[in-house]
């Protein structure tokens, strides 16, 4: 039964969240830079609700997400364990509220499909945080793209690496099949990198192939249920071809995401470990663009959350990602806000790359995949 919430075509976002670990944390600084209030949390436990709740200064802590979805909110993150996603937010979407929830959408394509027709029908905003869309120079990259300054597409170069999973001792939730789903590297971070990229380059991978790698079999004395990395090989609409690393055991890599366009007249470079930077290359010379609001692009201005010189940063991403969603629920139309279709096309990339490793040979990403 569908629960009313009160129109916020004028007022305060009234915000909700499922989840008390990390992201819960990112999730309700970003709501509360954007002007919300902070209502109720749940977590695991109630004991775990009630201890993140005073953490992150969010007013109550609930049992559950039953008791969380009696209340008023206009809006609930989710932020919880992958393979809950897909539930949580459909208990959501039938109450009647706009929901943010975390990637992957769900641990499978039927799941997301059906996430993305139920919020269809209840007509709400659901979007799904792939927040690197949000650093100013990637904005300044896409619209360069699209401008046509790079030229026609040829080549692709991108990974996104971290080491936290290194070390055989090192262990976490996302590496088991029951809370992390069938993909982690992929699905916890390549998913970012091909967002990315389809975003910035305006194109869709119309097919690619892939081989993974587990390290360990075994972490933390259970059983590894999925990737430790995964190089692609990658076609592009326009024929452009590239290839796509990512692990999470790179010595010293902690947070890399990179992406590379080869165009005809010119590359672009953005290195997420250096935001405030785009890297351009020339025949007869390559240069430096910093982000800067008086020079941008236009569009890419309302990005820049600080004058040109301070640095933005994860959160800054994070925090304009907020606002979009909730001007959104406002009745706005933000540009670029990534939704679940968005989740949905992540979730099926994940099922396309799963199966190119498997089976050892190209797959088709576009039919029937969103």
């Known amino acids: 039964m569908t629960t009313d919430v009160t129109d916020t075509a004028v007022g305060i976002i009234r915000s909700s969240f499922l989840g008390g670990g990390f992201m819960a944390q990112v999730h309700s600084r970003a709501a509360r830079a954007a002007g919300a209030t902070l209502e109720l949390l ?11 709740a005073h953490a992150l200064g969010i007013a109550r802590s609930v049992d559950d997400v039953a008791e969380l979805l009696m209340d008023a909110s206009d809006v609930v993150h989710i932020c919880t ?6 539930d ?18 769900a641990t499978t394509l039927v799941d997301a499909r059906a996430l993305v027709a139920a919020a269809d029908a209840q007509n709400i905003v659901a979007a799904v945080p792939f ?23 040829l080549t692709i170069d991108c990974g996104y690496l971290q080491d936290w999973m290194l070390l055989p001792g090192d262990d976490d939730w996302r590496a088991t099949s029951a ?25 869709r991978i119309v097919r690619l192939t892939a081989r993974t790698r587990r390290v360990y079999d075994e ?8 990737e430790d990395a995964v190089a692609i090989l990658a076609e592009l609409a326009s024929g452009a071809i590239g290839t796509l690393l990512i692990s999470q055991m790179a010595a010293g890599r902690k947070n890399a995401l990179t992406l590379e366009l080869h165009g005809a007249h010119q590359s672009i470079r953005f290195d997420q470990e250096r935001p405030e930077e785009l890297w351009v290359g020339q ?3 390559n240069r430096q663009i910093f982000r800067d609001p008086q020079t941008a692009h236009p569009g890419v201005a309302r990005f820049s959350n600080v004058p040109a010189g301070h640095a933005q940063g994860y959160q800054d991403a994070f925090n304009s990602f907020v606002a979009d969603v909730y001007a959104a629920i406002q009745g706005e139309q933000p540009d670029g806000l990534p939704t679940f279709a968005d989740g949905l096309r992540a979730v099926a990339l994940t099922e396309a ?6 089976e050892e040979r190209w797959v088709d990403t576009t039919p029937g995949t969103d």
């Open 131 to 153: 927040v690197y869309r949000y650093h100013p120079m990637v904005r300044e990259a896409r619209a360069r793209v699209a401008a046509g300054e790079i030229g026609a597409l």
């Open 81 to 86: 364990p992958n393979a809950t996603h897909a």
């Open 219 to 226: 972490r933390g004395g259970h059983a590894v249920a999925n």
């Open 42 to 52: 749940a977590s695991s436990s109630p004991e775990r609700a009630e201890r993140a």
């Open 353 to 358: 790359v799963l199966l190119a490793a498997d």
């Open 179 to 203: 809370d992390g789903g069938p993909s982690r590297a992929f699905a916890d971070i390549g998913s970012h990198l091909c967002d990315l990229l389809e975003f910035v380059s305006g194109e």
């Open 88 to 105: 949580l937010a459909l208990q959501v979407i039938a109450s009647g509220r706009h929901v943010i929830c975390e990637k992957p959408l």
């Open 283 to 285: 025949r007869n010379g």
